[in-house]
């Protein structure tokens, strides 16, 4: 495999994120809430690089809001909606949190689509969205923890019988996905690939499981296509584009996942980035960052095609 060539300010973005989530970590493994609170601060909605946000407060008790974003040179033009969320690991990070800000600004002015970053939208969509959303060409993507949410969210969305409301794509950027066995990319990437490692999954992995759960990485909301795994061959699951990376220590079980979908009769595109790392394309001066955006255009263009 190619070695791993990345500029001096990737390595040390990778280098402050990588001590920001050990510092979370306690002696003990479980996490510090108390630094928790900084991270991932908010960014204003506002008005920048030709797309427009705005947040919608959906329930103050649970502290749940999304952030909409909006290109302002389509306003005239009918667009699909892409509902998009972010990885973190399911505990760090919100959509107005810089990165996240920035890449869906980009999502929305390229592909180009209005973003959404939550799902309630069919019984809301006149009080959320703009006029030019077409929620009957409604994508759903994210990456990391956001992409294994992804694929629940369209597993239960094909059980509802929307009025409105059409899904007609998912686009899973290196879901977070693990299990019991260590594979191959796990073992030899470990310690050496950035961003994870297997003492941060295993502590990320241990915060998710419920409540009273005995600790398996074989629960099948883990290990999505493992021993546990739901039969989706009757599901009714839209095309599907996994992005993967050589430098992932998920790598294994983000193509067993692609390898998963196919078995199952689904249609499944795999993209692979093998001289990238997890979460690469939130790093605007890679070069790659800029070609998953063009990959997802192309994606979301051929499924509109067919419609």
């Known amino acids: 495999m190619a070695s791993l060539s990345l ?3 990737t390595r040390i973005a990778i280098k402050l994120t990588e001590i920001g989530f050990d510092l979370i970590i306690k002696k003990d493994g479980t996490l510090n809430q108390s630094l928790l609170k900084f991270i991932g601060i908010r960014t204003s909605p506002s008005l920048s690089n030709g797309v427009k946000t705005h947040d919608v407060e959906v329930d103050p008790t649970r502290k749940l809001w999304f952030r909409v974003f909006v290109p302002t ?3 005239e033009q009918e667009l699909p909606v892409m509902v998009f969320f ?3 690991g399911f505990i760090v990070l919100n959509p107005a949190a810089k990165k996240y800000d920035d890449v869906c600004r980009k999502f929305a002015r390229e592909l180009p689509a209005i973003v959404v970053s939550f799902l309630d939208i069919e ?7 703009p006029e030019n959303a077409n929620i009957s060409r409604c994508f759903i993507g994210g990456d990391s923890a956001g992409g294994h949410i992804t694929h629940y969210v369209a597993e239960r969305a094909s059980q509802f019988n929307f009025q409105r409301l059409r899904v007609i794509g998912l686009v899973v950027i290196q ?3 693990g299990g019991e066995e260590r594979t191959d990319s796990e073992i030899r990437l470990d310690g050496t690939a950035p961003i994870l490692s297997l003492k941060r999954t295993d502590v990320l992995w241990k915060a998710f499981l ?3 759960e005995p600790y398996n990485r074989d629960h099948p909301s883990i290990n999505v296509s493992g021993p546990n795994a739901a039969d989706i061959s009757k599901v009714d699951l839209p095309p599907t584009m996994v992005v993967v990376a050589g430098f992932d220590i998920l790598r294994d079980w983000q193509i067993r996942y692609y390898e998963w979908l196919k078995k199952s009769g689904k249609e499944a595109y795999l993209m692979d980035y093998p001289n990238m790392f997890h979460a690469f394309y939130l790093f605007p001066e890679l070069p790659e960052s800029d070609q998953l955006i063009l990959e997802v255009k192309d994606f979301i263009q051929k499924v509109l095609n067919k419609i």
Do not use: D, I, T, V
């Open 7 to 9: 500029p001096w300010k």
């Open 73 to 75: 040179q389509y306003a």
């Open 86 to 88: 972010h990885g973190g």
């Open 123 to 129: 019984e809301n969509r006149s009080k959320w969205l």
């Open 175 to 177: 879901p977070f996905f």
């Open 210 to 212: 419920p409540l009273g």
